[in-house]
């Protein structure tokens, strides 16, 4: 990203629980900044932090109405691990350096059906079909994890509850739906001004038998992330 060019539109603040746990001691917080572009890209940054402040996770992409996911970023340095996606015309290319490619840099290449994205990118995908959501229709995305090189459908739907407009994003494939549930969006009602995050978390751990733990947990913003104003940025 040229920085030269870039305007921060919005940073805000989360606090991060453990949905599995009955204590609503926090167990990360982070900081996220959104930066407008030329030509209507919007770029996001995401810093997980410990309880010690020490980084444990970051996130990083760059978006566009037209195209959708331009180029997406993850880090979690406590597990030497990072991997990142450039993105042309429904194809991408992969970079991982894990346990998994052995701390080698392995590349491999994807093909998508329908828009890709992230965790931090869907917000922005949220804003794009805004329109349909609120119609009713539901949305079909390729959700990339990058920390496998892979990509599985999830399909977005909107509902009203008393006090929010509730965006949900869940996996197709049953396996993935039955051991993450869905990943939900709670907005001001009739409004995309995001107050929190209720599912899946992009930090993960290694347990003492070396298998991943992937965390579940509501995300509360100390102030709301009003992505309707990013259509400014867009149009």
């Known amino acids: 990203m040229n920085s030269d060019t870039a305007i921060n539109f919005q940073q805000v603040k989360a606090v991060v629980k453990n ?25 996001a940054t ?10 444990v996770a970051k996130e990083e ?4 109405p037209n195209q959708g996911l331009l180029y997406g970023m993850m880090a979690q340095p406590h597990l030497n691990e990072e991997g990142s996606l450039t993105v042309a015309n429904n194809m991408a290319t992969s970079v991982l350096q894990s346990k998994k490619s052995a701390h080698k840099t392995k590349q491999k290449s994807l093909k998508f059906t329908t828009r890709p994205c992230t965790l931090l990118s869907i917000p922005f995908e949220i804003v794009h079909h805004w329109s349909a959501l609120k ?13 496998v090189q892979a990509h599985t459908k ?3 739907q909107k509902r009203e509850t008393i006090d929010h ?3 949900s994003v ?10 993450f549930g869905s990943t939900e969006y709670y907005y001001d009602r009739n409004t995309l001004k995001l107050r929190k995050i209720i599912g899946l978390l992009e930090p ?32």
């Open 154 to 156: 999830v399909t977005l």
């Open 170 to 179: 869940t996996p197709n494939n049953l396996f993935w739906r039955m051991l």
């Open 61 to 64: 992409v760059t978006w566009c």
């Open 165 to 167: 407009t509730v965006v």
């Open 46 to 55: 995401r810093l997980w932090r410990g309880t010690a402040q020490t980084i």
């Open 135 to 147: 119609r009713g229709e539901k949305v079909c995305l390729d959700y990339i994890v990058l920390k």
């Open 19 to 43: 949905n599995k746990h009955q204590s609503d001691r926090p167990i990360f917080e982070y900081d996220m900044n959104i930066a407008c572009l030329s030509q209507g890209q919007l770029h």
């Open 204 to 235: 993960r751990d290694l347990n003492v038998k070396g298998k991943y733990i992937e965390y579940l947990g509501l995300a509360q913003f100390e102030s709301p992330v009003d992505y309707g104003r990013l259509r400014e940025c867009t149009v």
